[in-house]
């Protein structure tokens, strides 16, 4: 069964698609960051687990929801775009 994402920021559209498609190919969490990583070093994941929704996974682009990098510098510092 594909995992359920929400990939965010949700205006990366091919941060989006990429996510989707690693998701659909893939059954395990381990896996699907192992696939991912190469591509988004700095991608994290949560999982967001409300009563009776099945699993779902927030995909974090930089790593987490504030948009900084695991080195601990934002994208702005780092001169790419978040």
Do not use: H, Q, W
Not at 13 to 37: G, Q
Request: charged share 30%; no cysteine; aromatic share 10%.
């Amino acid at each position: 069964m594909p995992l359920k994402t929400l990939p965010l920021p949700s205006s990366d559209r091919a941060f989006a698609l990429v996510v989707r498609k690693l998701a659909d190919s893939t059954d395990s969490v381990a896996e699907f960051v192992s696939r991912l990583r190469p591509l988004y070093p700095d991608v994290g994941l949560s999982r967001r687990m409300l009563s009776g929704e099945p699993a779902m996974f927030y995909v974090y682009r930089d790593g987490n929801y504030f948009g900084e990098r695991r080195s601990g510098r934002t994208a702005k510092e780092t001169g790419k775009s978040p």
